[in-house]
């Protein structure tokens, strides 16, 4: 057993993890595996793909890629064709180039032998690996040999590697509903094990999220663990999330955040004995890429230039990563150190501007030294755990040095003594902007225009009506009216759109921003007071939290110089909830301010709760600053934001509710926020356009976010804005009821 090794966990022990260990616990015993096989190092490969074929036997029921003879889009790439796909790689600086493919009688054994070794002539250095067991073990039955002939005659033309695809699922009650005309799992290890006999390195996948239990996750992993113990010749498990979008197999849903962490890092827990956990980013949302990198991932494959499978089945293609540097800014954002390698993992140096191996193995051990200091961090969060309320300066020793995983064990905690129960809510919810003029100029804006802009609009109160009846009667029951500050609307424009809602849809109004009502106040000259009672009469019936953003002044005056102060908007809040009004807070973060002012702004917020009681939610969001004025010292990513969800629920103890946020996270990373504190999943929106103005363009419809909190092991449950329950989806009817449109954020 190596230093870094742990107890070898059973199958059994597999399972119960799956299916019952809180997912931050899980992640963070995978994190620990990982850190001490291979310390802050994570590796990726710039790649070339090239697909010779679309044409297939087999025709899979899962696959999305292959097409019959007589498609329109069928395609077979001749050996010049290939020439041409080569040369444009010739100065890419590849590490790797990708070769698989459906498989036809047209291309032999001849073809392929001539493939690779064009490709070793034309891409001296790089690794030339592909190639699935499945495509080898019809070759080599197709040309009458041994597989073992053909790696062998392969290998003599510059076969590199093995990529691990084809394996699916290897327990026969899924592979023969999935893979019918596929190879059987036996086969596939036999053609592995004899890749290893050969010197060949390879790599094991495993697709989950079809029609797959857990116990044949297990089963799959307890076959490659059982082989890498007899041949040593795997380097990496690539678990495989199936795509749903590309409608094969008719399963609805692609796996979610929370699933796609829990198999990462029961890979890493389970299979103790082969180096490398690796998810492909051409698979997934970055946000979530990046949480599984402190989730026993080590590896996110890479550029795959020209990738058409994951693609054909549904894959984000605009989460794609087109250069190396761009992969290295990546990672060093989420505190890696970027090592860039090839699918076998060699130590490559650049020489001339060009990649050259030097025979040594880029994945050696860290150096381990026994740290004697004992972290500050640990009794605090102890002491929270037991009850004590976090003052500030524990505070922001937490959010500077506890794990990211330790504070969501704790968070979940408390998630669970503040809100009881088994379910998780959702609100249906309809985004509402009067108006997109603004003096204000903030500079983390995208949305607003100056007044003369040609791109300048203002609704009349009777199409703010006309809106929010047609949402109302899509099945909204809130509204939520925001806007810029428009010096030509004034209090009664506001108090005409509210009583048009009150007296003519049977919706809550939740609405108002305090920036927008300190405005009005100070355009009529009238007192907060005065300026909230008069939207109230007009039905007002609860304030959202925008505007805070930070609530430090440091930061306002740098970002937005002309906006709310900090006490001004806390006092706002205090005066609403005078006036019976309740409201929520939120906090937009990620604009340079260090910990201590985050931790500021929620020890502000928790204060105005002690003394009212009036704010029924918390919600952060990250600042994107994509198209706004501010340069961002650092983008953040959802490792940040789950970080700030479960500081959020640890110091906030007095505010009973935390939304998690998929317009800004992305719907996977806003799902693993209810393993780390959130227990609402936020709004169904039918409209947004203040975040969507910044490019961020995610959606969900209610359907999927049923599914997400179905999947993150709570009971789903729609809710009113001051959370009481309008219907619960325990397997009752309320499904067939269920939205499919996608609203975007």
């Known amino acids: 057993m190596s230093e870094y090794s742990q107890p070898r966990i059973s199958d059994a022990e597999a399972l119960d993890m799956l299916q019952n260990m809180p997912t931050a616990e899980l992640m963070a015993r995978a994190d620990a595996i990982r850190q001490a096989r291979h310390g802050n190092k994570t590796y990726y490969v710039h790649s070339h793909n090239l697909n010779p074929t679309n044409l297939c036997v087999v025709k899979c029921k899962l696959c999305s890629f292959w097409r019959p003879d007589n498609a329109e889009d069928a395609y077979v790439t001749s050996l010049e064709d290939a020439r041409k796909s080569l040369e444009k790689a010739q100065n890419w600086n590849l590490t790797d180039l990708h070769i698989v493919g459906g498989m036809i009688p047209e291309l032999d054994m001849k073809y392929y032998e001539d493939l690779f070794s064009l490709a070793r002539e034309m891409l001296p250095g790089v690794l030339l690996q592909g190639m699935t067991a499945v495509e080898i073990h019809w070759i080599a039955g197709n040309a009458g040999i041994s597989v073992r002939e053909c790696l062998e005659r392969l290998k003599a033309c510059g076969f590199g590697s093995i990529s691990g695809g084809g394996a699916e699922i ?162 060093e954002n989420h505190g890696h150190t970027p090592v860039l390698t090839n699918s076998a993992y060699e130590k490559l140096t650049l020489d001339a501007g060009c990649l050259k191996k030097d025979g040594r193995a880029s994945d050696e051990p860290p150096e381990h030294q026994a740290s004697t200091i004992k972290p500050k961090w640990k009794p605090i969060l102890d002491r929270v755990e037991a009850g004590e309320r976090l003052s500030a300066e524990d505070a922001t020793i937490l959010l500077d040095e506890a794990p990211f995983q330790e504070l969501g064990r704790v968070a979940n905690l408390k998630r669970k003594e503040a809100v009881p129960g088994d379910k998780a809510t959702y609100v249906f919810d309809k985004n509402l902007n009067t108006t997109n003029v603004c003096v204000t100029d903030c500079k983390f804006c995208a949305f607003y225009t100056k007044p003369e802009s040609k791109r300048a609009y203002t609704l009349t109160p009777e199409e703010v009506v006309e809106k929010v009846k047609r949402a109302a009667e899509k099945g909204a029951t809130q509204i939520l009216i925001q806007g810029g500050l428009n010096p030509d609307l004034k209090l009664d424009y506001y108090e005409a759109c509210l009583r048009g809602i009150r007296d003519n849809v049977d919706i809550w109004i939740h609405s108002m921003s305090p920036t927008e009502i300190e405005f ?79 931790v500021e702004h929620l020890v502000k917020v928790r204060e105005v709760q002690d003394r009212t009681g009036g704010f029924t939610a918390f919600i952060p969001w990250s600042f994107s600053p994509n198209k706004t004025e501010l340069d961002c010292p650092r983008i953040q990513n959802g490792v940040d934001y789950l970080k700030m969800i479960a500081i959020a629920r640890l110091i906030l103890d007095n505010v009973p509710h935390l939304q998690a946020g998929w317009v800004t996270e992305g719907p996977d990373v806003a799902q693993l926020a209810l393993q780390f504190g959130a227990d609402d999943y936020g709004g169904v929106l039918m409209t947004e356009e203040v975040v969507s103005a910044t490019g961020i363009d995610y959606g969900v419809n209610e359907a999927q976010v049923v599914n997400m909190i179905r999947e993150a092991g709570y009971v789903p449950a729609q809710r009113t804005t001051q959370y009481d329950l309008i219907k619960v989806f325990d397997g009752d009817s309320h499904e067939a009821e269920l939205s499919e449109g996608i609203c975007n954020g």
């Open 170 to 331: 290897f327990h026969p009650d899924v592979r023969k509903k999935i893979a019918t005309t596929k190879i059987l799992a036996q086969q596939w290890l036999d053609v592995h094990e004899t890749a290893h006999v050969l010197g060949l390195p390879t790599n094991a996948t495993m697709l989950f999220g079809h029609i797959e239990k857990d116990e044949h996750l297990v089963d799959h992993l307890s076959r490659l663990r059982a082989l890498q113990d007899k041949t040593g010749g795997f380097r990496a498990v690539i678990p495989l999330p199936f795509q749903a979008n590309g409608k094969a197999l008719g399963v609805k849903y692609t796996p979610t955040g929370d699933r796609q962490v829990r198999v990462a890092a029961l890979s890493r827990i389970y299979c103790d004995n082969v180096p490398h956990v690796r998810m492909l980013v051409n698979y997934m949302d970055r946000k979530l890429l990046g949480v599984l990198t402190h989730s026993g991932v080590d590896d996110i494959g890479g550029t795959s230039l020209d990738e058409r499978i994951a693609k054909a089945g549904g894959a984000p293609q605009s989460q794609k990563f087109f250069s190396a540097e761009e992969m290295e800014v990546f990672l």
């Open 520 to 598: 009005l106040a100070q355009e009529e000259n009238i007192t907060i007071s005065e300026c909230l009672q008069r939207l109230k009469d007009a039905g007002l019936q609860s304030l959202p939290g925008g505007g805070a953003e930070i609530l430090v002044d440091d930061i306002r005056r740098e970002i937005s110089p002309k906006k709310t102060r900090s006490k001004a908007w806390l006092d706002l809040m205090e005066e609403a909830h005078a006036l019976g009004l309740k409201t929520t807070a939120t906090m937009v973060y990620g604009f340079g301010e260090t910990s201590a002012q985050r």
